[in-house]
Each structure stands twice: as structure tokens, then as C-alpha cells.
């Protein structure tokens, strides 16, 4: 299984960006998905998730502007960022607890997609 994180970029402050992330693999089913940020020198934090049912939830930094949404049918999941600041530049993950065949469902990570707000 692998995951694909792909969309950022650079903006300028009040644009927006559509991130992707793309699950391949054999898979049974993908269950919560969340896309997580990490700042230079700060904490990775969560800044949006949805579950297989379509329940989401966001970092209050982001409520409002971001909008979290998936396609099962393609396995991806997407994050639509508008009216993006500064302060939401970092490197964005994803990451998705995959159920495989006769396994137990596991966490998996995608490699990151920078994205660069400028002011």
C-alpha cells in the first residue's frame, strides 16, 4: 500500500490549493483519513480528518477555510484550502488507516507536499 500526497505549491496569501492523497495497493478498505502539517521547528498537528462514513472534523486555525473530502471510488482524499495565510505554510502529510485482506487495519503515512503561502 502506498499513499500518494500530492498539490501543494507556492500562493500568494488569499489564494488557494487543492491537496490529493491517493491510495494504491491492494485494499479492502480505507477508513479515517487525515491530513497533518509540520511547521519548520514546530509539532506536527492535525489539521483536518474524515472518517469512511464522511464525518469530519478541523483544527480551529482552519474551520471555515479548508474543506476536507473524499472519493472512495478513486481511494483518494482531498483538502481544499482557500483563503490561505502565511501561517498555514508546511510541509502537509497525509494519513490513512487501511484495512488490507486478512489484516489488521494499519496506519499508513504519505510523503509530504510542501506548501508555501506567501504574503
Known amino acids: 500500500v502506498q499513499l500518494q500526497a500530492s498539490g501543494g505549491g507556492l500562493v500568494q496569501a488569499g489564494g488557494s490549493l487543492r491537496l490529493s492523497c491517493a491510495a494504491s495497493?491492494?485494499?479492502?478498505?480505507?477508513?479515517?483519513v487525515g491530513w497533518y502539517r509540520q511547521a519548520p521547528g514546530k509539532q506536527r498537528e492535525l489539521v483536518a480528518a474524515?472518517?469512511?462514513?464522511?464525518?469530519?472534523n478541523y483544527a480551529d486555525s482552519v474551520k471555515g477555510r479548508h474543506t476536507i473530502s473524499r472519493d472512495n471510488a478513486k481511494n483518494t482524499v482531498y483538502l481544499q484550502m482557500n483563503s490561505l495565510k502565511p501561517e498555514d505554510t508546511a510541509v502537509y502529510y497525509c494519513?490513512?488507516?487501511?484495512?488490507?485482506?486478512?489484516?489488521?487495519?494499519?496506519?499508513?503515512w504519505g510523503q509530504g507536499t510542501q506548501v508555501t503561502v506567501s504574503s
Open positions: 495497493g491492494t485494499i479492502l478498505s480505507i477508513n479515517t
Open positions: 494519513n490513512a488507516r487501511i484495512q488490507r485482506w486478512m489484516s489488521t487495519p494499519t496506519d499508513y
Open positions: 474524515i472518517t469512511i462514513g464522511g464525518r469530519t
